[in-house]
């Protein structure tokens, strides 16, 4: 089977599992969901965003959810990147998980909370299903002297025991294919708040005494990035960056130019997407990418490097650019139409993301078998 024929089959997987829909959990209770993460507050980034919208749905819609994460646990500060603190002690969770008695689980990243309960799960033969939010294997090579092909190993090792493994984009599906990534591989696009990112936010206020055009990044400031390909370029006007992490103090002396905003959130965040007049994207190890389905939203041309997320999103010379070369994406995205930008992203629903995550989750045990014990199962 070639390539193109299992993404094809992968796509009818997803819209199968989609059409199953959530009936099969009403019963007498409400739907019981864990959610296990190393990804969650108080970080900032596009997971930790994805997965609280997840939480507040399903919660929304009678379901009752038990989140597992590093809040409530003995933490170290992940080496050159502090804001993200794993957990020392996973196994300490465990008896939490049993005493909620869920009736799905799902395990969303590889850090040592997600390996824990993959490894666990598996060994008592407990179902669940896992996603593919990160480039894990390229975010540990930028770190540390680790081949990529070890993390890659990794990947199909965490994957492999699964269910379902949900996927931003097709693109991704294709590379996650193609290295032997997952057994059952569910497209799982994203969605964005088109109220609350919207051209009408746009205010000149927040860019006054800034040249024309304003170059827009929003994002985590880190080495996987790739901020130095956007800060470097030879653009006119003016360069912004909103977000932080490990990288800022290091790039805000390199590039001293640069009008650096920490982070945004809410109304102040969207008005900076509004009053820009290109976002600028150069990170090539994307999952998705949130924030360009938020510029797109806010009415913002995109100028990007081709790789997923972007490649899904955009259509070249209609709401934005791709181009190895960023300068001459970034020269191209300028003279896209803003309109156009808006409409490319008002079929992004969270509802639908959210209801298609419901509609993937399976039951803890095979119909027949039987549940361990808290006790039985904590030991």
Known sequence: MTSTQQIARLERL?????????DRWHGARPLRVALVTDAWHPQTNGVVNTLSRL???????????????????????????????????????????????PDAIHVATEGPLGAWFR??????????????????PEYVAARLPLPLAWGYAYERWFHRGAEHTLVGTVSLMRELVARGVGRHLVHWPRGVDTRQ???????????????????LYVG???????????????????????????????LQRRFPDAVWRGFRFGDDLAA??????????????????????????SGLPVAAVPSPGPLDLLVDGANGALDRDLGAACQRALACSRETARNSALSFEWEACHERFRATLVPLRAQGMPWPSPRAAAT
Do not use: M, Q
């Open 14 to 22: 997803s819209e199968a599992v989609a059409l199953r829909g959530p």
């Open 55 to 101: 939480v507040a749905h399903l919660e929304a819609h009678g379901a009752r959810v038990l989140v597992l994460s590093p809040a409530d646990r003995v933490t170290l500060p992940l080496p050159s990147y502090a804001e993200i603190r794993l957990a020392c002690d996973p196994w300490n969770a465990e008896r939490r998980l049993w005493r909620f008695a």
């Open 272 to 297: 900076h997407y509004a009053a820009a007049d290109c976002f600028v994207f150069p990170s090539s190890t994307e999952t998705f990418g949130n924030v360009v389905l938020e510029a797109l939203a």
């Open 220 to 250: 985590r400031v880190a080495v996987e990035k790739s901020l130095p390909d956007f800060l470097a370029l030879p653009l006119p006007g003016s360069k912004v960056v909103v977000g932080d992490g490990p990288s800022r103090a290091e």
């Open 119 to 136: 490894a666990r799960l598996a060994w008592l033969g407990v179902r669940f299903t896992s996603s593919f939010h990160t480039r894990f």
């Open 197 to 215: 990112f919207h051209p009408g936010r746009r205010a000149e206020a927040v860019f006054a005494g800034l040249a024309r055009p304003v170059w």
